[in-house]
């Protein structure tokens, strides 16, 4: 009877260790599964943000380029002539390719000189970069070629357009003489673009505010993104990124990722949005394959753990009732009665360890306590301490402040973290002071004195300032504590 139900009750430990392999096999891998796609829509949305960031660059540094040729003496003063005027716009397009071309154009609007003589003599008073620029810095949106469409050489074949960039040309005296005006190719936007195309097998779409595609897949160019499809011009009719899976018009699922520009720097940016597509068999490849794998190991773990199972149970399971009655009282707290003398076996090994466990544990558990008391009232004193008290790390950035530090310098943790203390600094303490603190700091790990720093309402105030280092195990600085007070 003992060796029948032995052997019921090793296949029954078996059956179940393989279910419960096959079960965790199955979650586990629903779970991978859905996280890797997560994380391939999460990738299509950083591949959007880094086209936009670099669009974004690219323009700011077009924008610097303009700036600084406009404020050049050649053409800031009035008595250059008109070929040294010509001459630098000229060396500026044939050193920098992305302009298309560049024109110095007078108050009233006559182009004065322009790159490869295009347009001289012609008025563009009525084109929006004229205007603008005699008043201040301009960056145009993307527009055909208009004036210029006859004239310059197109080796593309495709559809030329222009990025206008304009800055008024102020002398000394604060005369307008005129705009310095640089129309960027459209041919670097989509060489960038189909670039991280091919380095990445997805497809891009580069849309204008309202939704037209200005650098797109095929001859997509032009038309408007809900022309493309529908689906994917309401999906992504707001300004958040995001990513989702998305049937387009040719009935193909792709995983497809949106974000929207919001400009670098001085350059504030258009608002364009790059989509990102990429047909769900190729983005959820490496998932569909670990999916496949995690099943297959799923099975052979089973089989293993079921045969391990059945061996283990066949050893184990006479009688267990003393263990099993010493595992009931600790999980239900009770109190625990163990064996005066265990077995000099794996029962009794078993006895032993779980007695030894169960000590660590009270053990454990009183010193968790004591622990937990002694953060708690650390915590206290640092919160409730009158003394502003500052912790920076090795480097002298801030990381950590208590209440007392916001009371008198009215700097509040996200303010000051990561930067360095010297954001209080008055300038009433000369730099020679400041040496002197550092190399006593130095040299005898403190140092104390009085201190007239700055508000962060720019009110002054006078401390009492006590500055010490905190080393590890090999004496090297990980920290610097500082702690004042401020009675004025």
């Known amino acids: 009877m003992k060796n029948s139900f032995s052997l019921k009750f090793s296949f ?11 079960t965790v096999g199955f979650y586990s891998n629903n779970i991978s599964t859905k996280q890797l796609e997560v994380n391939s829509g999460e990738s299509l949305v950083r591949l959007s943000k880094r086209v936009n960031d670099i669009l974004d660059r690219e323009m700011l540094e077009r924008f610097r380029e303009i700036r600084f040729a406009a404020s050049l003496p050649i053409l800031t003063n009035e008595n250059s002539s008109i070929n040294e005027k010509r001459e630098l716009i000229q060396k500026i397009k044939d050193n920098y390719n992305h302009h298309e071309w560049i024109g110095y154009a007078l108050p009233d609007g006559t182009v004065e000189v322009g790159t490869n003589g295009y347009l001289e003599g012609k008025n563009v008073k009525a084109r929006p970069w004229h205007p603008n620029g005699l008043t201040g810095p301009y960056i145009g949106d993307v527009h055909d070629a208009l004036l210029l469409a006859k004239l310059l050489p197109n080796n593309s074949g495709e559809a030329i357009y222009f990025l206008d960039v304009a800055f008024p040309v102020i002398n000394k005296d604060g005369k307008t003489l005129g705009v310095l005006c640089t129309h960027l190719t459209w041919q670097w936007t989509r060489d960038v673009i189909r670039s991280i195309q091919k380095e990445h097998g997805v497809e891009i779409f580069l849309l204008s505010k309202d939704g037209m595609i200005l650098v797109g897949p095929g001859n997509s160019e032009r038309a408007n993104i809900s022309d493309i499809s529908s689906n994917v011009a309401q999906s992504f009719n707001t300004n958040e990124e995001s990513f989702k899976i998305l049937n387009w018009n040719d009935n193909i699922k792709y995983l497809t990722a949106s974000s929207v520009s919001k400009g670098f720097e001085e350059y504030e940016g258009f608002s364009w949005k790059v989509i990102v597509r990429e047909p769900i068999n ?3 490849k490496i998932a ?20 391990i199972g059945i061996v283990i149970s066949t050893r184990i399971s006479r009688p267990l009732n003393q263990l099993s009655q010493i595992v009931e009282d600790i999980s239900n707290d009770k109190k625990v009665k163990f064996l005066n003398n265990p077995p000099n076996d794996e029962i009794g090994k078993l006895h032993n360890a779980l007695e030894n466990l169960y000590k660590n544990l009270i053990k454990e558990s009183i010193d968790k306590k004591s622990a937990q008391t002694k953060v708690e009232l650390s915590l206290k004193i640092f919160e409730q301490a009158l003394e502003g008290i500052i912790i920076t790390d090795k480097n002298n950035n801030i990381i950590l402040i208590n209440k007392a ?12 973290y990561g930067k360095n203390p010297s954001i209080l600094n008055s300038g009433l303490q000369n730099q020679e002071f400041y ?3 550092w190399n006593r700091l130095k040299k005898d790990g403190k140092w104390d004195g009085n201190v007239k720093n700055r508000r962060k309402d720019g009110t002054m105030y006078e401390e009492y300032l006590k500055i010490s280092t905190l080393k590890d195990e090999n004496g090297a600085i990980v920290n610097y504590l500082a702690t004042f007070n401020s009675g004025f």
């Open 282 to 284: 190729e983005a959820f």
């Open 405 to 416: 530090f916001t009371e008198i310098t009215g700097y509040e943790l996200n303010d000051v």
């Open 435 to 437: 040496e002197n603190m």
């Open 12 to 22: 029954l430990v078996g059956i179940l260790t393989f279910i419960v392999a096959l």
């Open 288 to 307: 569909h394959k670990n999916a496949t794998s995690i099943l297959f190991i799923s099975v052979i773990l089973g089989i293993i753990g079921a045969f």
